[in-house]
């Protein structure tokens, strides 16, 4: 007869405060003035994510969940020098989305919840 040893039940890992999404890319727009509405401010005080892994995420050409003709747009704005604004989306939680707008002059970039818009 033999004797199984039980072995070590894994631990749970601790969980980040906070959600950071290092970018690896290069910046490939500047974003100007960052601006902020209030809503956008709270929304993302009581989610996992910060305001900065956000601005990475979007700098870096990834525009979240954004529809194909949304994204092509954005590329479009980016390889062409076309005039256009760049837009960015991003599920923060279930109940909540947040938009991350950089005007076509690049002059400010602007984190919003949709209904602000």
């Not at 100007?32 to 050409?61: E, F, K, N, R, W």
Request: aromatic content about 6%; overall charge negative; proline content about 9%.
């Amino acid at each position: 007869m033999t004797n199984t040893i039980p072995q070590p039940q894994p631990q749970p890992q601790p969980q980040p405060q906070s959600q950071t999404i290092a970018s690896t890319h290069q910046p490939k727009f500047s974003l100007g003035q960052i601006v902020a509405t209030p809503g956008a401010l709270d929304a993302l005080s009581h989610s996992a994510y910060t305001v900065q892994a956000l601005l990475d995420q979007h700098q870096a050409g990834d525009w979240g969940q954004l529809d194909p003709e949304d994204a092509a747009m954005n590329e479009l704005a980016l390889t062409a020098n076309e005039e256009q604004r760049l837009l960015s989306s991003y599920q923060i939680n279930p109940e909540c989305k947040i938009w991350i707008i950089t005007e076509w002059d690049r002059s400010v970039t602007t984190l919003l919840l949709p209904s602000e818009y």
